[in-house]
């Protein structure tokens, strides 16, 4: 009778537990006995684990084996308990001593030939793993520097069980040649992502971390939506853009994440566990440290945009977005219940999965762009008669956006077209991107000084609660804004987020709280009506 453990962790969303992997030997008929609630694809490991350890030059034990996977009460899936299933047999079989096993997380999964190949999650497996206490963790080669950013843990990267042996039982290690960086999960890599190589994904939705050669200096004109596109940045207010083709609606959306702030190491941890869950990590490159952006098409499913689908739930793109942009560019396009479903992400900052066999949450703190044009043929405006869509038409194209959703967006601009003379005319560039990020940066320091010792980062992240009892605007500043309540134009929520953009723009502009210019340029990003003050922050500085 022989008797081992060891330990691997089980991800539940970009949470891990750690399973207790218990190997024990008895004289009987030779079987393979794998218990503890299994998936398919972990089920699958006694025939994995079997052909490895015998191609590693081990002997496999013609005994009745049965491998417990504890507790039991937590589904486990995926193949990443190879490396531990395959440990604890041979500790059980003696090959290895099981003592030395017993304080060891392995993380892994194994080919038939005995090379370790990697899963996903290692960041987070890893950082359970820490959690619980644990000292030492083993996982493959390629993915040590990933599990090597979670501090106080000593990371065992191996290419092959075979290497494994040799190091837990003091035997010269063997050399074996690296295997080739793996592939993105094609089910979330996304379709067409700024500054990387067009790919297809059945999903249709993707992340990454945005190219740095986008410039705002690029848009030409578009004052009013430049505006708003650095106000969204300083205070994480959601933006929607209206506007007829071609006017540079998309443009300014890609170079929105370029004036974000880096991501401080606790964002970068939260954003690289996503997306090492998702299996999208930028090849040689294991920390996230840029805000990622993240723009699906407008065929994404419900499950594509918040998250889930068969089997084990997986990160939508609202998560792939987290700290980062989820640009949806043609909104009307999606489906209205992908739509209505953006709802409890955008308040609660995280995606909440049920299913049947538990409960899966994700992170999904993101700063959200639409775009849509004025009516199907896109030429419909106040001042232009070019547009041949019926009214109807128009009302029912625009109504596909519903007012629960608008009503959580706080900025909302019309995106006018460019004229030949702004096209043409010398100097027409604006401000480029570093000016405009030093602002924004500026406004994100003002913001977090004043919040100190709160659970808020920015300011729309504040409750209007807080905002009306804690910080006040200056005496008579808001008189026109609880008009517009009065008389309808403004809800409740919306005049709370009228005082969180006044904050925005008064960080913005190096003032101590808002004062009526700051909350007349909140009211015109909130409505689209002019109140006479200046669009440019620059200028009210």
């Known amino acids: 009778m022989g008797f081992a453990r060891t330990c691997s962790v089980a991800l539940v969303g970009v949470e891990g537990v ?77 090959r290895i001593d099981p003592r030395v096993l017993a304080d060891i997380v392995m993380i892994g999964e194994l080919g038939l030939d005995g090379r370790v190949r990697p899963v996903r999650g290692i960041l987070p497996a890893v950082l359970a793993a820490a959690d619980a206490g644990y000292e030492q963790v083993v996982v493959p080669e390629c993915a040590a520097a990933e599990a090597s950013l979670v501090p106080g843990v000593s990371v065992l990267g191996v290419r092959s069980l075979r290497q494994l042996i040799a190091v837990l039982t003091d035997e010269p290690v063997p050399e074996e040649e690296a295997e080739e960086q793996a592939r993105p999960d094609p089910l979330l ?146 489906s209205s219940r992908a739509l209505d479903a953006l709802r409890q992400p955008l308040e609660a900052g995280h995606v909440i999965i049920a299913r049947s066999a538990g409960v899966v949450r994700f992170p999904a703190r993101f700063l959200m762009v639409l775009a849509a044009n004025p009516c199907p043929c896109g030429r419909f405006s106040r ?91 200056a005496p008579g500043a808001m008189d026109d804004a609880e008009r517009n309540l009065e008389r309808g134009v403004l809800s409740a929520r919306g005049l709370d987020r009228v005082l969180r953009v006044a904050w925005t723009v008064a960080d913005l502009t190096g003032h101590d709280r808002p004062d009526a210019g700051d909350v007349a340029l909140a009211l015109q990003l909130r409505t689209g009506v002019p109140r006479g003050v200046p669009m440019a922050i620059g200028a009210m500085a």
């Open 383 to 473: 001042t232009n008669d070019q547009c041949e869509c019926p009214p109807s038409v128009i009302r029912r194209y625009q109504a596909r956006l519903s007012g629960p959703l608008l009503d959580r967006v706080d900025l909302r601009v019309e995106v006018d077209r460019v004229t030949r003379t702004a096209l043409t005319a010398s100097g027409a560039r604006g401000e480029a991107t570093a000016t405009v990020a030093h602002r924004v940066r500026t406004a994100r320091e003002r913001a977090a000084a004043r919040l100190t010792g709160t659970p808020w980062r920015t300011n729309s992240e504040i409750p209007g609660r807080e905002l009306r009892s804690r910080w006040h605007a």
């Open 18 to 94: 750690v399973v207790e992997v218990q190997a024990d030997l008895e004289p009987g008929v030779a079987a393979f006995t794998l218990v503890g609630l299994p998936d398919k694809s972990l089920t699958e490991s006694r025939d994995r684990v079997r052909a490895a350890v015998v191609n590693s030059g081990g002997e496999w034990p013609q005994k009745k084996l049965t491998v417990g996977l504890s507790p039991a009460s937590v589904p486990k899936a995926g193949s990443g308990f190879d490396l531990a299933v395959a440990c604890a047999v041979l500790g059980a079989a003696e």
């Open 189 to 334: 890599a996304g379709l067409r992502v700024p500054g990387t190589q067009a790919a297809t994904g059945m999903h249709g939705a993707g992340a990454t971390q945005h190219d740095q050669g986008h410039d705002l200096a690029d848009v030409v004109g578009q004052l009013s939506a430049r505006t708003a596109v650095e106000v969204a940045a300083a205070g994480g207010h959601h933006l929607f853009l209206e506007g007829p083709p071609g006017a540079g609606k998309t443009m300014l959306a890609e170079r929105l994440p370029s004036i974000l702030p880096p991501l401080d190491r606790q964002a970068s941890l939260e954003v690289t566990a996503v997306h090492s869950v998702a299996g999208l990590l930028p090849p040689g490159k294991p920390l996230i440290d840029v805000a990622p952006y993240c723009a699906p098409h407008h065929s994404a499913t419900m499950q594509a945009l918040v998250g889930g689908g068969p089997g084990t739930a997986r990160p939508g793109a609202v998560s792939l977005a987290h700290r980062g942009v989820l640009f949806l560019d043609e909104t009307p396009e999606f």
